[in-house]
């Protein structure tokens, strides 16, 4: 199931990570002797995103010719670009073939009410494109919840990342009334996922391959870079405790140099199991993050650094605590790949 013949076995390992009874390290590499990879160059962004056959392709090809070593396993990402929740609220989105982007459609708070339309056009198609994709898995591939975004990055698409940011300081009792509204889309819209992934597949996973046996998700706060601690604690924690209420696990994905200001009170959440480290483009490489990372584990929570470098992945193993420690890495090559496994399982011992 999943890529891997010995599913149950690590199940049972990521069951322990989120009691942080243990650490899971996953790497994957392109098979010996594959093929390159698929050619889609040629199609739409938007069709290459959203179109079922262009995804499918895509993964049947990952399938077929990835090695899954570790703890990693066979995953599809529903991705329609981070945050589309602001497609479903109205926004028109905008695809090409590196990112996605929202036009914004809200100049004033007054009269504004942010409730899910269930024949919305984008939301019509990632429950067609999330279906699609569970049906053909066939317990081959695990399928992801798409990526909803966070509340107040949601907002700045809706509203425009400038206007929203003066409204902390000239509206904050208007913001905070529609940040609840679109949390409660939020939730609406996670439940009808939830409910259709796990008619076809046991358990949940996210946009990067982390598994949970319940409902599980990643928020963020992209906008938090640009906000006081007092503002993050005052307008981002309640919607995110409301998040974190309705899910089974957490972990929340923090990005950037200046987010890091906002790290004591995340570890001040008990609902919050771990935090996901981004350190952001340019910013020196995850091995030199050790401080903050076993600060993070100090405060009671797990760690995931995704993306690791094959050369950072014995400093960060000996360096922080195994239980409750995530490592994802992608190898050059399949060889690679099996010495990493091979030699993570002595760094990771204790």
């Known amino acids: 199931?999943?890529?891997?013949?010995?599913?149950?076995?690590?199940?049972?390992?990521?069951?322990?990570?989120?009691?942080?009874?243990?650490?899971?390290?996953?790497?994957?590499?392109?098979?010996?002797?594959?093929?390159?990879?698929?050619?889609?160059?040629?199609?739409?962004?938007?069709?290459?995103?959203?179109?079922?056959?262009?995804?499918?392709?895509?993964?049947?090809?990952?399938?077929?010719?990835?090695?899954?070593?570790?703890?990693?396993?066979?995953h599809i990402f529903v991705n329609l670009g981070p945050g589309i929740l602001a497609g479903y609220l109205g926004c028109q989105v905008?695809?090409?073939e590196r990112t996605v982007w929202f036009e914004k459609c809200i100049h004033s708070w007054e009269g504004q009410r942010f409730e899910l339309n269930p024949g919305n056009a984008w939301?019509?198609?990632?429950?067609?494109?999330?279906?699609?994709?569970?049906?053909?898995?066939?317990?081959?591939?695990?399928?992801?919840?798409?990526?909803?975004?966070?509340?107040?990055?949601?907002?700045?698409?809706?509203r425009g990342t400038q206007e929203i940011l003066f409204d902390f300081a000239d509206a904050p009792d208007a913001l905070a009334r529609a940040a609840a509204e679109v949390t409660d889309a939020w939730l609406e819209c996670h439940e009808a996922l939830y409910a259709l992934t796990t008619k076809h597949q046991p358990g949940s996973s996210v946009?990067?391959?982390?598994?949970?046996?319940?409902?599980?998700?990643?928020?963020?706060?992209?906008?938090?870079?640009?906000?006081?601690?007092?503002?993050?604690?005052?307008?981002?924690v309640p919607q995110l405790r409301r998040i974190c209420d309705a899910m089974d696990h957490i972990v929340y994905h923090l990005d950037g140099p200046d987010a890091i200001k906002h790290v004591d009170a995340l570890l001040e959440i008990p609902e919050l199991d771990a935090i996901q480290w981004v350190p952001g483009a340019g910013a020196k490489p995850m091995r030199e993050w050790v401080p903050l990372l076993a600060r993070i584990q100090d405060g009671g929570k797990g760690v995931c650094c995704c993306g690791v470098k094959p050369e950072d992945v014995e400093p960060l193993a000996r360096a922080l605590r195994p239980e409750g420690l995530y490592i994802s890495c992608r190898a050059r090559d399949e060889s690679e790949a099996r010495a990493l496994e091979k030699q993570a399982t002595t760094w990771l011992a204790r």
């Open 94 to 96: 905008h695809m090409d």
């Open 207 to 236: 946009w990067f391959p982390i598994w949970s046996p319940g409902r599980m998700y990643v928020p963020q706060s992209d906008i938090s870079a640009m906000l006081s601690p007092e503002d993050f604690r005052r307008h981002d």
């Open 1 to 74: 199931m999943f890529g891997r013949e010995d599913w149950d076995e690590v199940a049972r390992r990521y069951e322990a990570w989120w009691a942080r009874e243990g650490p899971l390290f996953l790497v994957t590499a392109r098979k010996k002797d594959a093929p390159p990879v698929l050619d889609l160059s040629h199609v739409d962004p938007t069709e290459k995103r959203v179109n079922p056959e262009h995804v499918i392709a895509r993964t049947e090809d990952a399938l077929e010719h990835t090695y899954y070593g570790g703890d990693a396993f066979a």
């Open 123 to 158: 939301w019509q198609k990632t429950l067609l494109l999330t279906e699609a994709l569970c049906e053909a898995s066939r317990g081959r591939f695990h399928v992801s919840v798409t990526d909803l975004g966070g509340s107040y990055d949601i907002l700045a698409s809706l």
